[in-house]
C-alpha cells in the first residue's frame, strides 16, 4: 500500500515519476479525500485515537467536551489524519481530568479562523525572519499567560525543552509582568 497527494499520472506525463513504478503502484487506487473534505470522519477518529492513547499513555480520558469537538470541526487540518492524531495525544497528555477540553488543544487550532492567516502579519512585511519572531513571541505569550507564568508548563504547551523557552524569553525580552 501507498499514498501520496500528488497527481502521478501528470507526474509520469510530466517525467517526474517513474512510469514503471507507477504501474507496479497502480493495481488498486483508491482516492480518499483530505480530512478537511470529510469533516463528519473527525469525531469517530478523534475518538478511536482517545481510546488508543488512553491505553498507550495509562490515562483514562473518557470523552471530549462538545467545545473542543466543535473546535476540531472548524480546524482545516493541513497535517491531515497523522495531525488529528497527534493533536489528540497531545490533548491527553495535557488533559487534568476524565475530559478533553479546549483549552488541552493546540493554541492554532483554537484560535484557527477560515481564512485568515495565522497570525496576522503586516500586509507590507515579507521577511519569514521577522514574521517568524513575531509568530513565536505571540505563542510564547498565550503560553505563559495561560500557564499563569509557569514556564515547565508553557514549555509543553509550545512543545519545546524549558531551555528554549528562557532562551527565546531571553532573547525577545519578553517581560513576564506584562503577559
Known amino acids: 500500500m501507498a499514498a501520496t497527494v500528488k497527481d502521478l499520472i501528470r507526474e509520469v506525463k510530466e517525467g517526474r515519476f517513474r512510469e514503471d513504478l507507477f504501474y507496479r503502484l497502480n493495481v488498486f487506487p483508491i482516492h480518499l479525500p483530505p480530512l478537511r473534505e470529510r469533516r463528519e470522519d473527525i469525531p469517530l477518529l478523534a475518538s478511536h485515537f482517545v481510546k488508543k492513547y488512553n491505553q498507550a499513555l495509562g490515562k483514562a480520558v473518557a470523552s471530549i467536551h462538545p467545545k473542543a469537538v466543535e473546535t476540531l470541526l472548524n480546524y482545516r487540518w493541513f497535517g491531515n489524519v497523522r495531525e488529528l492524531e497527534n493533536t489528540i495525544e497531545r490533548a491527553i497528555v495535557l488533559a487534568d481530568g476524565s475530559e478533553i477540553d479546549k483549552e488541552n488543544l493546540p493554541a492554532e487550532i483554537q484560535e484557527f479562523e ?66
Do not use: M
Open 114 to 179: 477560515e481564512g485568515v492567516p495565522y497570525p496576522p502579519v503586516e500586509e507590507e512585511e515579507c521577511s519569514i525572519k521577522k514574521a517568524s519572531k513575531s509568530l513565536e513571541i505571540n505563542l510564547i505569550q498565550k503560553a505563559l499567560k495561560r500557564t499563569r507564568g509557569n514556564h515547565t508548563h508553557a514549555a509543553k504547551l509550545l512543545e519545546i525543552t524549558h531551555r528554549a523557552l528562557l532562551y527565546k524569553i531571553k532573547e525577545y525580552g519578553i517581560r513576564e509582568k506584562d503577559v
